[in-house]
């Protein structure tokens, strides 16, 4: 199985051939996330199912990724610099380059 995700809320899973496309906003993405999370009434949850756990962690770095990159963006653009021109992944290298350059001034 492959699976592909983009930070648009679309995620491309493919099987055997076939494709299924889920396109989430982030607040739907959160509350998925937050009932899969809850325990069942036998005490149980969502995580006890191998499938179901690599689902709902692949759903949790989705949400890292959106809500990481929509920070860098607004303190960039809050920053004076422009954005729009740049897409989520040219956002996220950028975000980890400072981060990386901020973290060896520190040493």
């Given at each position: 199985?492959?699976?592909?995700?983009?930070?648009?809320?679309?995620?491309?899973?493919?099987?055997?051939?076939?494709?299924?496309?889920?396109?989430?906003?982030?607040?739907?993405?959160?509350?998925?996330?937050?009932?899969?999370?809850?325990?069942?009434?036998?005490?149980?949850t969502?995580?006890d199912?191998?499938?179901?756990?690599?689902s709902?962690?692949?759903?949790?770095?989705?949400?890292?990724?959106?809500?990481a990159?929509?920070?860098?963006?607004?303190?960039?653009?809050?920053?004076?610099?422009?954005?729009?021109?740049?897409?989520?992944?040219?956002?996220?290298?950028?975000?980890?380059?400072?981060?990386?350059?901020?973290?060896?001034?520190?040493?």
């Amino acid at each position: 199985m492959e699976e592909n995700g983009y930070a648009d809320g679309t995620a491309v899973v493919e099987r055997e051939g076939q494709v299924v496309v889920l396109e989430l906003s982030v607040a739907e993405a959160h509350a998925l996330r937050n009932w899969l999370l809850q325990p069942l009434s036998d005490g149980s949850t969502a995580l006890d199912d191998p499938p179901v756990k690599a689902s709902v962690a692949k759903l949790g770095a989705e949400l890292d990724f959106v809500e990481a990159v929509s920070a860098v963006r607004t303190e960039l653009e809050d920053s004076g610099l422009p954005t729009h021109g740049l897409s989520d992944t040219e956002i996220a290298e950028l975000g980890r380059r400072i981060s990386q350059t901020s973290a060896q001034r520190l040493r």
